[in-house]
């Protein structure tokens, strides 16, 4: 398939900026992805769509402080540092900027010299591995010294890095939040499980692959970056309970879906396990673990509305799109949801 088989305009006012002030504010787009048909609803309507004996599935996945502003030992000059991936102990693959002037043997200090890396090799697609250096605990530092790492498309300043996590949020090490997940509050996710849904949790820390646009027109030929990912074994017993029992397993955003995905048998069923994942899903996937999916609204030509479109269909799904446009839902990742039953 052709990477311009997933392109629509979008307006840049489109964009959403800053996180809405109710987390559950946001609009919601229902998508059948049998018929086609668009029904627009608010956020605070998710209960409708879910039924006793569902499975909400969640990534507690906790972004850190990531991006962090440095100067180059040697001349002063500054650069910036995007943790991507803790490789071993304080090694981390990162995205630098301006990445040309960073080559094995350079030296980058934080903070009048709290923290220093030295860039010890350059990794796949422009990446830099760094090698840390510090007194005293490295997550206090990054919390000090370091920002959420926005995306690029995010122009506006975050008042409050809180609002670019999750209220479930629990295991640290990822480089992007789980965005669909922002929409839910503590007391909507009690509300859902006082109507008989059960809730799990997976976790798959978001890397490189979130940042990195499709850069083949076949998208066949495109390379996923591989990602770490847990199920315990409580909660794979929770996911094959639904199944068991009938219920449908509503998958929460696209890194909860690509998760289970990698996890599944054919049969549908999943066990505990850990490990890394490169799975691209898009038109022409059949799906093992996901019966439905919420998630927000998605770049032109990127991985994640391939995957939708793999869920809902391309034509329903650039109809949907072309429907959201008209109907002037914010996009991205302070944006609003779209469900797909």
């Known amino acids: 398939m052709n990477i311009n088989d997933f392109d629509f305009e979008l307006p840049e006012e489109l964009i959403a900026q800053v996180p809405l002030e109710d987390r559950t504010s946001s609009r919601l787009m229902v998508l059948d992805k049998v018929t086609g048909k668009v029904e627009h609803q608010s956020f605070k309507h998710i209960l409708d769509y879910l039924h006793e004996g569902d499975c909400l599935v969640l990534n507690d996945t906790k972004v850190l402080p990531a991006r962090l502003i440095g100067e180059k030992q040697e001349t002063g000059a500054a650069i910036e540092v995007l943790l991507l991936k803790q490789l071993e102990g304080d090694t981390w693959e990162t ?59 995010i122009k506006e300043k975050l008042d409050d890095r809180d609002r670019y996590q999750t209220v479930f949020a629990k295991e640290r090490g990822s480089a992007a939040a ?37 850069s083949v027109d076949s998208i066949e030929e495109h390379d996923m970056h591989s990602e770490y990912y847990q199920l315990s074994e409580e909660n ?36 505990a396990q850990s490990g890394w994942t ?48 008209k109907e002037r839902y914010r996009f991205f990742s302070f944006g609003d949801a779209m469900l797909i039953k």
């Open 95 to 153: 995205l630098v900027k301006p990445a040309k002037r960073i080559k094995p043997g350079t030296v980058i200090t934080f903070g009048d010299g709290l923290l220093t890396a030295e860039c010890i090799e350059t990794g796949e697609q422009g990446a830099r591995i760094l090698s840390f250096s510090y007194e005293g605990i490295f997550y206090e530092l990054l919390d000090q010294l370091g920002d959420m790492p926005l995306p690029p498309y």
């Open 178 to 214: 789980p965005t669909a997940g922002l929409h839910f509050t503590e007391e909507i996710l009690e509300e859902i499980k006082a109507k008989g849904v059960k809730v799990a949790f997976i976790t798959l820390h978001v890397g490189l692959g979130t940042f990195r646009p499709v």
């Open 278 to 325: 490169d799975i691209f899903i898009y038109p022409g996937y059949t799906f093992k673990a996901s019966d439905v999916l919420l998630t927000n609204f998605h770049l032109p030509k990127s991985t994640l509305i391939m995957l939708v479109s793999a869920m809902a269909g391309r034509e329903h799904t650039l109809a949907a799109y072309e429907a959201a446009v």
């Open 236 to 271: 794979a017993r929770i996911l094959n309970e639904t199944r068991s029992n009938g219920g449908r397993i509503i998958t929460v955003g696209t890194t909860s879906t690509r998760t289970l995905e990698t996890i599944a048998d054919d049969q549908g069923h999943f066990k």
